[in-house]
């Protein structure tokens, strides 16, 4: 069983950066795309970025040209840099993958909370 474990989110004041990371163990046979989500309270999980193994990573309109996805695949781990932060972007940041374009989401993790506000 696949464990992900995001990690680093905090409190940040409108402008400023935080890089996010997230952690991927246990029975990983292969990656197909990463993912980074984000929810806030009462919303559905939106879309903010997918990583391809092969292929362009893309962003959601929302987050483009402020956030960067890369991914270290020794340590199996994605990290998500934002920059630039405004207060919209407050939300539980998650991170999923898929093996192929048809498996589904691996379990979610707890997320981890990012807060922009003066």
């Known amino acids: 069983q696949v464990q992900l474990v995001e990690s680093w989110g905090g409190l940040v004041q409108p402008g400023g950066s935080l890089r996010l990371s997230c952690a991927a163990s246990?029975?990983?046979?292969?990656?197909?795309?990463m993912y980074w989500y984000r929810q806030t309270p009462g919303k559905q999980r939106e879309l903010v970025g997918t990583n391809l193994e092969i292929g362009p990573t893309t962003y959601a309109d929302s987050v483009k040209g402020r956030f960067t996805i890369s991914r270290d695949n020794a340590k199996n781990t994605l990290y998500l840099q934002m920059n630039s932060l405004k207060p919209d972007d407050t939300a539980v940041y998650y991170c999923?993958?898929?093996?192929?374009?048809?498996?589904?989401?691996?379990?979610w993790g707890q997320g981890t909370q990012v807060t922009v506000s003066s």
């Open positions: 999923n993958y898929r093996n192929s374009p048809r498996s589904a989401f691996a379990s």
């Open positions: 246990g029975s990983i046979v292969s990656i197909w795309a």
